[in-house]
């Protein structure tokens, strides 16, 4: 069982940063791979981004954030990252951190095991 918790979302302007975290606890964080997924209002939950276990071998993220948001981990720290740059009114969304038990995740919900309760992004324009 892993356990997943996200912090940093808050209201921030367009055009401004935030940096998201994820604290992992219970099992060897180094294990999973791990993504970031956003559920805006009214809209099923999508895909932000994805790393491999060791933060090496595979990037991904998502067309719309491209260029913009940077996913990364520190194994050391247990913690998940999500440095979201130049923020859109339509970044607005809970983001959620999850876990694949396996080194390498997917771009879909059903690659990954295990969610954190999510944290709120609001960009206003």
């Known amino acids: 069982q892993v356990q997943l918790v996200e912090s940093g979302g808050g209201l921030v302007q367009a055009g401004g940063s935030l940096r998201l975290s994820c604290a992992a606890s219970g099992r060897t964080f180094s294990n999973y791979a791990m993504g970031w997924f956003c559920r805006a209002p009214g809209k099923e939950r999508e895909f932000v981004a994805a790393?491999?276990?060791?933060?090496?071998?595979?990037?991904a993220c998502a067309n719309s954030v491209v260029g913009r948001f940077t996913i990364s981990r520190d194994n050391a720290k247990n913690t998940l990252y999500l440095q979201m740059n130049s923020l859109k009114p339509e970044d607005t969304a809970v983001y959620y951190c999850a876990a694949a038990n396996r080194p390498l995740g997917g771009t879909g919900s059903l690659d990954y095991d295990y969610w954190g309760q999510g944290t709120q992004v609001t960009v206003s324009s």
């Open positions: 790393i491999s276990w060791n933060g090496g071998s595979r990037t």
